[in-house]
């Protein structure tokens, strides 16, 4: 009879927790920020959300815009955090996006949010050339953009790929603008997107896959961006180190947005409010080498690789109207006449 009042009593305590988190509220959250961070805000928002379910999804940044554009009509994410802004410039021209004013709009720089508020700037992310000291030794290590390219290096570059990843997306097209501010034209950029095609091992499917291969040296450099290539740094106990390019790095604005035609917008607008607040920006500072896009946290209240990245970054100038416009017809033209093509030469 105990045995049985005790098996009665587990089962109503499972049907119990199983009704009541049912009547928690979901929500997706569609992201490239990886596990780490996803479900560090996951468990603090839920704690002060306990009728909400926090249910994120791991994705690149482009792969984000298709899956909304496929979901159109049915919404599934209720809010997409992470991606360089002229992904949601365009998201937004397609519609894709709701619009919403954060309680801190207003210490954002115009630079990063969105005059019609759809978007809005999180974190500054800065690009870099990254590499194995097992393979690489830092006398030698590429510090600028035409360093990646050099024939000493054939071979030995392993890239996320770029047509799926926001970060290389940024890279590739920051190349492009810069050329045209410098000559007029694309042609330079084009000859150094070769050239670096050339060096290149392989590109990757996922992030994950790009750090392994990194680790284990089946490619010795690549491209990507500061606040994954520092947490890998710290994994390998030094092993792998970055550089910030002598002529000028890409000062990415990553941005949060609305899904416009969500079910939850209540929901969705209290967990854009809780990964931007300061005290969420300063752990994503601290914790995972995010460098906010507020300008009203004191430094003093920021770790010291902030204001060491500050000194030592030559920000290279991003026109987010020319990426909008152009980076896709870009990407598209590299996937088509670069990739792959240049291994022999």
Known sequence: MRATLILCAVLGATVVACARRAERTPLTVYSP?????????????????????????????????????????TPVADVWFGAPAELLVRA??????DTITPSWASALPPSARDASRHWYGTYLTPEVIAYNTRFVADSVAPHDWADVTNVRWKEHVV???????????????????????????TDSAWSWLRRLDGNTREYTTTPAVLYEKLMRGDGWITLYD????????RRS????????????????????????????????????????????????A?????????????DEQLPAWIKEARKNIVPLAIDGALMAD????WMRAWDATVRNRNQKK
Not at 159 to 185: E, H, N, Y
Request: net charge positive; aromatic share 6%.
């Open 33 to 73: 920020h990886g596990k780490d961070l996803l479900s560090y805000y996951e468990s603090g928002f839920e704690k002060a959300n306990p009728d909400i379910d926090v249910r994120w999804v791991d994705m690149g940044s482009a792969e984000i815009l298709e899956r909304l554009r496929a979901e159109k009509a």
């Open 92 to 97: 937004a021209k397609e519609n894709l996006l």
């Open 159 to 185: 890239l996320r790929d770029p047509v799926a990843s926001g970060t290389m997306r940024s890279i590739f097209g920051a190349m492009l603008q810069r050329s045209i501010v410098q000559t007029g034209k």
């Open 226 to 233: 500061m606040p994954d290539m520092a947490a890998l740094a």
């Open 237 to 284: 106990n030094g092993q792998i180190k970055f550089a910030y390019p002598t002529t000028g790095t890409p000062l990415a604005v990553d941005a949060i947005a609305l899904v416009r035609g969500s079910a939850h917008r209540a929901a969705a607008v209290k967990y854009l409010e809780y990964v931007t607040s300061v005290s969420a920006l300063r752990i994503a």
């Open 286 to 298: 601290a914790s995972f080498d995010r460098m906010p896009a507020r300008m009203d946290i004191p």
């Open 326 to 329: 152009s980076l896709d017809r």
